[in-house]
């Protein structure tokens, strides 16, 4: 048989291009495989995006959080952006969210965004104003006076005296002809004001805690002891008084309170949250909810007011003309009242009529205080130079609460006004029995 050259090149071409047919055939499927695969890539990164802009922009512009809800989330977008490409595969499109925002988020949301107010400047001078002032106390004999006062019976009788009574009025009558006194004494009234005023207070007392009452030295001294024992505690946020001043008052300042018709840093009032006053800063500061969180913050503003008086008063010469008669009859009642049973010093007399004056003076500052207005905290040379509000009261008292514990409850707040949030999203479809999945978060989160 005669071979033909011609046939054996068009059998080996035709070997070589069927292989080649095959290579390229394989590698167009690839490309349309592949472009497909990138077309609904592009898509769920399309889809992603559109749902991260759809964040809520009051809750951005009132707390500076990034999210957004998941009922706005709207299944056919996919679909039209797959058309809008030239697609109409019919795949479903799901999507599951990172639910919440964790502790670790938050810090970071705050620290980005809230650069409000010199926190840690105020903490500062008011903790170191408190600490000297009880520093004071205890250098003056002050808190042994007390003590000795409240461990004897005279300050059960004070009580007595201060709920008034025929019995009261009779003792009062004798003490005062014993020491020739007569109704037009100076002494004589200023104590028979104060033992009228602290009656009001103790019949009609601020709403800040069960508890309060004036007439008890016992819960006078608890109070300065606490005082201590929280400030003490505070002093170990001193060292990081930046990053963590920044989280106190934007914890503080950006939250419902007590004080009525108030609103966030950036005008927005807290109903467009939740449709009743909340006491989320004083949830925020002490842990409890409700009327406990309110009453224990007012106990503490209490106290930090009572302290700044008494030490004022202390020192202030204009009281001494008027304190020592006063304390003279103070004296002679209990006396009267006790058979002559109980006698101390007249130092601690002189001292439970500047605690009662002050006590006095702190609760008429706390109604201020408490009705949103501002108080002198610090006064030199006749001159305020330190004004406190309510929110002030908040921001130095949260500098004592551990950053920790300030962004838990913070979240729990976010929680229960924003359900359902999200802050960032996993968008999936099926691609022939594969998933093809596309993730995001708010770079904020990252």
């Given at each position: 048989?005669?071979?033909?050259?011609?046939?054996?090149?068009?059998?080996?071409?035709?070997?070589?291009?069927?292989?080649?047919?095959?290579?390229?055939?394989?590698?167009?499927?690839?490309?349309?495989?592949?472009?497909?695969?990138?077309t609904?890539?592009r898509?769920?990164?399309?889809?992603?995006?559109?749902?991260?802009?759809?964040?809520?922009?009051?809750?951005?512009?009132?707390?500076?959080?990034?999210?957004?809800?998941?009922n706005?989330?709207?299944?056919?977008?996919?679909?039209?952006?797959?058309?809008?490409?030239?697609?109409?595969?019919?795949?479903?499109m799901?999507?599951?969210?990172?639910?919440?925002?964790?502790?670790?988020?938050?810090?970071?949301?705050?620290?980005?965004?809230?650069?409000?107010?010199?926190?840690?400047?105020?903490?500062?001078?008011?903790?170191?104003?408190?600490?000297?002032?009880?520093?004071?106390?205890?250098?003056?004999?002050?808190?042994?006076?007390?003590?000795?006062?409240?461990?004897?019976?005279?300050?059960g009788?004070?009580?007595?005296i201060?709920?008034?009574?025929?019995?009261?009025?009779?003792?009062?009558?004798?003490?005062?002809?014993?020491?020739?006194?007569?109704?037009?004494?100076?002494?004589?009234?200023?104590?028979?004001?104060?033992?009228?005023?602290?009656?009001?207070?103790?019949?009609?007392?601020?709403?800040?805690?069960?508890?309060?009452?004036?007439?008890?030295?016992?819960?006078?001294?608890?109070?300065?002891?606490?005082?201590?024992?929280?400030?003490?505690?505070?002093?170990?946020?001193?060292?990081?008084?930046?990053?963590?001043?920044c989280?106190?008052?934007?914890?503080?300042?950006?939250?419902?309170?007590r004080?009525?018709?108030?609103?966030?840093?950036?005008?927005?009032?807290?109903?467009?949250?939740?449709?009743?006053?909340?006491?989320?800063a004083?949830y925020?500061?002490?842990?409890?909810?409700?009327?406990?969180?309110?009453?224990?913050?007012?106990?503490?503003?209490?106290?930090?007011?009572?302290?700044?008086?008494?030490?004022?008063?202390?020192?202030?010469?204009?009281?001494?003309?008027?304190?020592?008669?006063?304390?003279?009859?103070?004296?002679?009642?209990?006396?009267?009242?006790?058979?002559?049973?109980?006698?101390?010093?007249?130092?601690?007399?002189?001292?439970?009529?500047?605690?009662?004056?002050?006590e006095?003076?702190?609760?008429?500052?706390?109604?201020?205080?408490?009705?949103?207005?501002?108080?002198?905290?610090?006064?030199?040379?006749?001159?305020?130079?330190?004004?406190?509000?309510?929110?002030?009261?908040?921001?130095?008292?949260?500098?004592?609460?551990?950053d920790?514990?300030?962004?838990d409850?913070?979240?729990?707040?976010?929680?229960?006004?924003?359900?359902?949030?999200?802050?960032?999203?996993?968008?999936?479809?099926?691609?022939?029995?594969?998933?093809?999945?596309?993730?995001?978060?708010?770079?904020?989160?990252?």
């Amino acid at each position: 048989m005669k071979k033909n050259k011609r046939g054996t090149s068009t059998l080996f071409l035709a070997i070589i291009l069927s292989a080649l047919i095959l290579v390229q055939t394989t590698y167009i499927a690839f490309a349309a495989d592949l472009d497909r695969r990138l077309t609904y890539t592009r898509a769920l990164k399309e889809q992603t995006q559109i749902y991260l802009a759809s964040y809520d922009r009051q809750l951005f512009k009132t707390y500076g959080i990034y999210a957004f809800d998941s009922n706005r989330i709207n299944t056919l977008v996919f679909n039209e952006i797959l058309a809008a490409n030239g697609y109409d595969s019919g795949d479903v499109m799901y999507a599951s969210g990172m639910y919440g925002i964790d502790t670790e988020t938050l810090r970071r949301a705050v620290a980005c965004y809230y650069s409000y107010r010199a926190s840690g400047v105020l903490f500062q001078r008011f903790s170191s104003q408190i600490m000297y002032l009880l520093g004071q106390l205890d250098e003056g004999g002050v808190i042994g006076e007390l003590r000795e006062f409240v461990s004897s019976p005279a300050s059960g009788i004070l009580g007595r005296i201060i709920d008034g009574g025929a019995e009261i009025s009779e003792a009062v009558d004798i003490a005062a002809s014993t020491l020739g006194f007569d109704d037009s004494n100076p002494a004589y009234q200023r104590f028979m004001s104060i033992v009228s005023s602290l009656n009001a207070i103790t019949n009609d007392s601020p709403d800040i805690s069960n508890g309060f009452d004036p007439s008890d030295m016992g819960f006078i001294f608890n109070l300065i002891e606490f005082n201590s024992d929280m400030y003490d505690a505070g002093t170990f946020f001193e060292e990081n008084i930046n990053l963590h001043g920044c989280l106190a008052d934007y914890a503080a300042n950006n939250f419902d309170s007590r004080l009525e018709d108030d609103t966030a840093l950036d005008g927005t009032p807290f109903n467009c949250f939740h449709p009743d006053n909340e006491s989320d800063a004083e949830y925020i500061l002490t842990g409890l909810e409700g009327f406990p969180g309110k009453a224990l913050t007012g106990y503490m503003i209490f106290g930090s007011l009572f302290l700044k008086n008494l030490i004022c008063d202390l020192t202030d010469p204009s009281l001494q003309e008027i304190i020592v008669p006063a304390a003279q009859l103070l004296s002679g009642i209990i006396s009267v009242l006790s058979a002559g049973t109980v006698i101390l010093p007249a130092e601690v007399y002189e001292l439970i009529i500047v605690i009662l004056i002050a006590e006095i003076e702190a609760v008429m500052e706390l109604i201020q205080v408490l009705n949103g207005e501002d108080v002198p905290f610090i006064t030199w040379g006749g001159e305020d130079i330190l004004m406190l509000n309510y929110r002030s009261f908040l921001t130095v008292f949260m500098n004592l609460v551990p950053d920790q514990l300030i962004l838990d409850r913070m979240l729990t707040i976010f929680n229960r006004d924003f359900p359902g949030y999200m802050t960032g999203i996993e968008t999936n479809t099926d691609y022939r029995g594969e998933t093809i999945s596309y993730e995001a978060v708010y770079e904020l989160y990252e």
